[in-house]
């Protein structure tokens, strides 16, 4: 008999579809869910991956592998005629009526993004179908599943190629009765459908990608232990010496009583609401390792994906985390990842690094104990239709999803969450921490279980005060005429333009003093070590946007922030006097331009400024101890709005699985977890000779021609190439040319288009950040 591949590189069908089914059946054997039964649920996960390639066994797809001049046809194709085997196949193994139909979607998808569900009914393929089964080695993939039968001990694999043409008869009746007795009736009451498609169709994706670049797919079952202890361990080993100062009593006092919080496994949401400067990220991960050991007990040990809101605070807090985990162990990958977009393709395990295409297997598919990542990364997963992001969907089964800054979700996507969140921990096992300052009310208080008495740390802190000044709206001018600079100050202002304006302002009147600039106009790179400086003590003025407002660990006596929502004014509170040292003081001020509008509702909904305004109001001053019952009353006030129509409409997407279409009919494709105000061109600044150096590269690899090729030689220099690139309104009038698909400002021509003070030199627009 011929032998069949599955891929040009020699590997043959049979071990493909093997190791993908080996694989799939190890990922679902590790997941506890009640979305299925356990058994059934492994069944399905082996029955994709064996069948999910089964199209490949055409001469068409085999010739086409061998073939020097690749032209694609759609009798090449084998996702579609993979699916209707599937289909009936799982058919023999369940009676229930829509699963077999969504192990088909699956697999009919597997190499594409998920599309509304309602048109996974239609089939006008037929002729193609019929050419393809023509063209089918029935007598090798009749073989095939004979040895997959038994090596997988699944006789469910059992595989009649001569059944296929009553298949192909059939399945237009049965896809039309699916649409008219099920997918019509979808009312949208429940989310289980959605998880149950989400989480077989993550598997196979992952199994299939693992199967496909790893030669040892055994690397993905690797797990490390981590002591539940480490964190105590490293706090004492490096704070033993801390001044026994008040700040540090309550970051003890917090500490201790997190890590003595009674923990009930049949308690899946628990939250940590800590006044800035207490230590969340440690106490957050102590709490975790505590979980976690607790769940280990029951017979299995979950992972801990860690996200955070901004780029800017990932780093900081990832640093944190290898400090802790290397106190006792050697950490390599499989310990710690840190995945974004931006993120270096790297892997480690043990002293070996894997190459690029398995490095970044192993990282995209979280496969780590502890993953640090970014809201964009979780909540694109969570709410997902994009092949690439739904294949680590199965990692937040039963996994510890810790959620920093958690107030920095915009209050329309909540319902929403909500619902998400609470599917995921009921019918998936997932166990959820909150973390934040100031606790918005996605989740109404009795489905939280506090860690720590938080009104007690709120009450005997007393670092700050702030003042409303918001009866006197004031020109950037008017308040700089005002202003003395007696100690150190952060300004923090709502638009980059008010930012520009304010720090000329200040050089003008103090030009004895150095003065920080802070915006996303600023190359990355420049704005990280600015930051760094600043902890330093470098300046005694900083101007910035919101973009230091949450999870920045900086700290100034004084802080004059422009109005914004409560939750962001007390964010904003926590940059000053962190450490309790000095008394510190904020000052709300209500800014206004050259034409009398407020830079406020250029920003934000008018109204939550308009609540926050009519709170402050009543307020001369505000002590730190207030804050807690103030910001309560705010989100009482916030969560007495109707739900917003998009979470709405969302949450009925994901219920209906409703992928695309129409924007009107908000599909899940229209989720956008950050929504851009205006359309942007993105800019590479020739800064230095690095920057020289990393553009000459890029080009280069532009001109390589082979797509593949041409994507990896990308992602091995994104990164750094990335901390050159800034993002700019299309409204620009000083534009830099176009070259290799970017705006480019070359080295030469970099006073006319940068300012290594303010960054671009732009004029007109509003900008945020």
Known sequence: MKQLYAHSDGTTLEEHLYKTALTAQKLAREKHTSLFPKELFVQLAILLGATHDIGKATSYFQDYLTADKKKKSPLQHHSLFSAIWTYYLAKQITDDSLLPFLCFVVVKRHHNDLADIKTETSLDETKTLKKQFAALNKEELEAIFQSLSERLNAPFLKLDPKEFPRYLEDIHSELSKIRRRYLRKLNGDNLYLYLKLALLYSILLDADKTATVLKDESIVKERRDISGKIVLKYKESVFKNAPQTFINHLRDLAFEEVGSCPISLGERFYCLNLPTGLGKTLIGLHFALKLRENIAQSGYTPRIIYALPFLSIIDQNYEIYQQVLSTEYKIDSHYLLKHHHLTDIVFYENDREFDFDAAKILLEGWNAEIIVTTFIQLFHTLIGYKNRMLRKFHKLAGAIIILDEVQAIHHKYWLVVKGILTSLATQLNTYILLCTATQPLIFPKSALRDTCEKEKYFRQLDR??????????????????????????????????????????????????????????????????????????????????????????????????????????????????????????????????????????????????????????????????????????????????KPDETAKALLKSLQTLHFNGEKETYPVSNFRLIEEDYPKWEVFIEYDEEAKMLWKEFTQIRKIKDRFERKMAYEQIKSRFSQYIISVPQTIENRPPVVENLLYVPYEQLEDFYDKETGYKLEGGVMVF
């Open 464 to 641: 700050i005060t702030i003042y409303p000044h918001l009866t006197k709206k004031q020109t950037l001018e008017a308040f700089i005429n005002e202003f003395s600079p007696v100690k150190k100050t952060l300004f923090i202002v709502n638009t980059i333009n008010a930012a520009k304006t304010l720090f000329r302002l200040l050089q003008g009147r103090y030009p004895q003093e150095k003065i920080a600039y802070l915006t996303t106009h600023i190359i990355p790179k420049e704005r990280l070590k600015r930051i760094k400086e600043i902890k330093q003590g470098k300046y005694k003025l900083c101007v910035s946007t919101q973009l230091v407002e949450a999870g920045v660990d900086i700290d100034f006596p004084v802080v004059y922030r422009d109005l914004a929502p409560l939750d962001a004014l007390i964010q904003s509170a926590g940059r000053c006097n962190r450490n309790a040292e000095e008394k510190g003081t904020m000052y709300v001020l209500n800014l206004i331009n050259e034409k009398g509008k407020r830079y406020a509702y250029q920003v934000y909904d008018l109204w939550l400024i308009d609540k926050t305004e009519k709170i402050l109001v009543r307020y001369s001053s505000i002590s730190e101890p207030d804050i807690l019952e103030l910001i309560n009353s705010y989100y009482e006030e916030v969560n007495q709005e």
